[in-house]
């Protein structure tokens, strides 16, 4: 595998090609990417993602960066239920509060609600990060199984601190795996 910084460097180019964009050359295939990366280097690969914004944004791209923590937050507030969530898990421990927030937080609710609050169908693409900071209320291949529902042909970057095989993403490349075969390396 290629170091970090000469992956991250190419990230731009594959980004704004019209390949990645229109999807070509995926056999009908969604256009889900993953860009994995030792979780060690998440602060270096935040401070990335602010270039790649900046850039395409220079560039004119119609794009949605979606911390998918910040995307939680925003769900919950909506609903009325920050503030409560907050309240339960001082009365109850954090453990207790992941499943107390599995039914509102499910991968298919928190998929509709990007879908509904984020014009995810208006962009070029979308770039998903954070899931290290949402985990495990969010799972990788749960809410890419649930996204596909709702992207239609947007292609999707999801940024993942851990090793993605091509075949099962390997969170913090600790947490046991979890099969997912759909999208494809950004970066090898």
């Keep these: 595998m290629k170091k970090l910084q000469e992956r991250l460097d190419l990230i731009l180019e594959r980004v704004d090609n019209p390949k990645f964009l229109n999807s070509d050359g995926l056999g009908n295939e969604i256009g889900f990417w993953i860009f994995d990366y030792p979780a060690k280097d998440e602060i270096r690969v935040r401070e990335h993602i602010e270039y790649l914004q900046e850039k395409l944004v220079q560039r004119g791209k119609q794009f949605k960066v979606l ?100 075949l099962d993403l390997h969170l913090f490349g600790k947490i046991e795996s979890q099969n997912y075969y759909r999208a494809f390396k950004l970066v090898p």
């Design 67 to 166: 911390n998918l923590f910040q995307v939680i937050i925003d769900m919950l507030e909506s609903r009325n239920l920050l503030e409560r969530t907050f309240q339960r898990e001082k009365k109850v421990g954090a453990e207790n509060l992941i499943s107390t927030l599995k039914a509102p937080l499910s991968q298919e609710k928190i998929a509709q609600f990007m879908a509904q609050n984020y014009s995810l169908d208006k962009q070029e693409f979308v770039i998903l990060c954070g899931i290290g900071n949402a985990w495990p209320l969010i799972r990788g291949h749960e809410v890419l199984s649930a996204l596909q529902d709702v992207m239609g042909k947007t292609p999707l970057l999801l940024f993942y601190p851990g090793e993605y095989s091509g």
